[in-house]
């Protein structure tokens, strides 16, 4: 089942805009992390903000985290062409062991050039 | 240090088939996990695996099934192939599971025909 709730669905924006995600979550998480995926390829790992952090910065990304709220935000900032790709937050519940991620529905951003 | 590598890329099978999806996860992991995506349902959990052991299973029928060996390679199988089996299967892995990233190979496409 799809724990997360991203929004918006699709996303268009020209080159050097900002691009921002938003996800919802319904249980207590150990940590929640972004993906990218390129055109039904493999996904590529982000970021990863653990439950007791607020905000992580890796380059161009900016990811928040609001537990009380169970929300989530990715920020991309001065897009690109090539950031075009359907993102995903995925969360690892804190009630379950080991590993298994829960995935939003994704949105789907598109950069023009 | 070399990714997550699946295969095979690419797989047609017919109804009532079945498969075996190998996974090779990053050198030192021991985690490795997997999932389903759909169009219609999107990234579903399949299962995960641990020290040769089913550590999390997600909420699919008995014809979907794993394994772990001694050097963490993983398969899967499904058995009596259905038309909604068709998807990307992906694997990722991870150093424990819990609370670390999650590493994707590029994913093994089935259609079944």
């Given at each position: 089942?799809?724990?997360?709730?991203?929004?918006?669905?699709?996303?268009?924006?020209?080159?050097?805009?900002?691009?921002?995600?938003n996800?919802?979550?319904?249980?207590?998480?150990?940590?929640?992390?972004?993906?990218?995926?390129?055109?039904?390829?493999?996904?590529?790992?982000?970021?990863?903000?653990?439950?007791?952090?607020?905000?992580?910065?890796?380059?161009?990304?900016?990811?928040?985290?609001?537990?009380?709220?169970?929300?989530?935000?990715?920020?991309?900032?001065?897009?690109?062409?090539?950031?075009?790709?359907?993102?995903?937050?995925?969360?690892?519940?804190?009630?379950?062991?080991?590993?298994?991620?829960?995935?939003?529905?994704?949105?789907?951003?598109?950069?023009?050039? | 240090?070399?990714?997550?590598?699946?295969?095979?890329?690419?797989?047609?099978?017919?109804?009532g088939?079945?498969?075996?999806?190998?996974?090779?996860?990053?050198?030192?992991?021991?985690?490795?996990?997997?999932?389903?995506?759909?169009?219609?349902?999107?990234?579903?959990?399949?299962?995960?695996?641990?020290?040769?052991?089913?550590?999390?299973?997600?909420?699919?029928?008995?014809?979907?099934?794993?394994?772990?060996?001694?050097?963490?390679?993983?398969?899967?199988?499904?058995?009596?192939?259905?038309?909604?089996?068709s998807?990307?299967y992906?694997?990722?892995s991870?150093?424990?599971?819990?609370?670390?990233?999650?590493?994707?190979g590029?994913?093994?496409?089935?259609?079944?025909?």
């Amino acid at each position: 089942s799809q724990q997360g709730e991203e929004d918006p669905q699709a996303l268009s924006i020209q080159e050097g805009e900002n691009a921002t995600m938003n996800c919802s979550y319904k249980t207590s998480i150990n940590n929640l992390q972004w993906y990218r995926q390129n055109s039904g390829r493999g996904l590529v790992h982000l970021i990863l903000i653990r439950s007791n952090e607020r905000e992580k910065h890796s380059g161009r990304l900016r990811v928040t985290l609001d537990t009380s709220k169970k929300s989530s935000s990715l920020l991309i900032t001065a897009s690109r062409a090539a950031d075009t790709a359907s993102y995903f937050c995925a969360t690892d519940e804190r009630e379950t062991s080991g590993s298994r991620l829960t995935f939003g529905e994704g949105t789907q951003l598109t950069v023009n050039p | 240090k070399a990714g997550v590598t699946q295969t095979p890329r690419y797989l047609i099978k017919t109804r009532g088939q079945q498969v075996t999806l190998s996974c090779s996860p990053i050198s030192g992991h021991r985690s490795v996990s997997w999932y389903q995506q759909t169009p219609g349902q999107g990234l579903q959990f399949l299962f995960e695996y641990f020290s040769e052991t089913q550590r999390n299973k997600g909420n699919f029928p008995g014809r979907f099934s794993g394994r772990q060996f001694s050097n963490s390679r993983s398969e899967m199988n499904v058995s009596t192939l259905e038309l909604g089996d068709s998807a990307l299967y992906l694997c990722a892995s991870s150093w424990s599971g819990g609370e670390g990233e999650q590493f994707f190979g590029p994913g093994t496409r089935l259609t079944v025909l």
